[in-house]
């Protein structure tokens, strides 16, 4: 039950974020069960009763891991793992997302393992990384490129004029 709070706080809060434009988790999936009395369907989340003290967990995770629409998808099949999918805002900045993402999931699960995937977290890696090699390269390969023009032009001014021509061209 604390787990399941924890877990809905978190989707809640994910929700209300701008460059998320829906969070799913098990706390907020839908299920839907036959209504046998008068006949249709009844729609409600699947692990509602999680915040009642007196729930019976050994059923709920019966329940839960009959679902073959969530088993696998927002449950590992040996039930330790969860997964909360987050659909980006029309227009959001991947940046954005991913850092929102990391900050609400890490304050109310700071202790667990956690790991991260898709396109935003994928590209703000590779943002991320790049601009910590040019921080490094840069210096050398400005370095490497005044040397190698001042030993082809031996001149201060032929240097100057190709240095000056290139960032005209940039």
Do not use: C, H
Not at 53 to 73: C, F, S, T, W
Not at 137 to 161: E, M, Y
Request: net charge positive.
């Amino acid at each position: 039950a604390k787990f399941m709070r924890r877990l809905r706080k978190v989707t809640e809060k994910l929700n209300e974020e701008k460059s998320i434009g829906y969070a799913l988790s098990l706390a907020n999936v839908e299920d839907f069960q036959e209504d046998t009395e008068r006949g249709g369907m009844n729609v409600g989340r699947l692990v509602a009763e999680a915040d009642d003290p007196a729930y019976d967990k050994a059923a709920l995770a019966r329940r839960v891991m009959q679902k073959e629409q969530v088993v696998g998808n927002l449950i590992s099949r040996d039930g330790k793992a969860i997964l909360i999918l987050n659909f980006a805002a029309y227009g959001a900045n991947p940046r954005k997302l991913a850092a929102a993402v990391q900050r609400v999931v890490r304050a109310e699960f700071p202790q667990k393992k956690l790991y991260w995937g898709g396109a935003p977290f994928i590209s703000s890696y590779i943002y991320d990384i790049t601009e910590a090699d040019m921080r490094k390269l840069l210096p050398w390969a400005v370095v490497v490129i005044l040397l190698i023009v001042v030993f082809s032009f031996r001149d201060v001014i032929g240097t100057i004029l190709v240095l000056f021509s290139t960032s005209l061209g940039i």
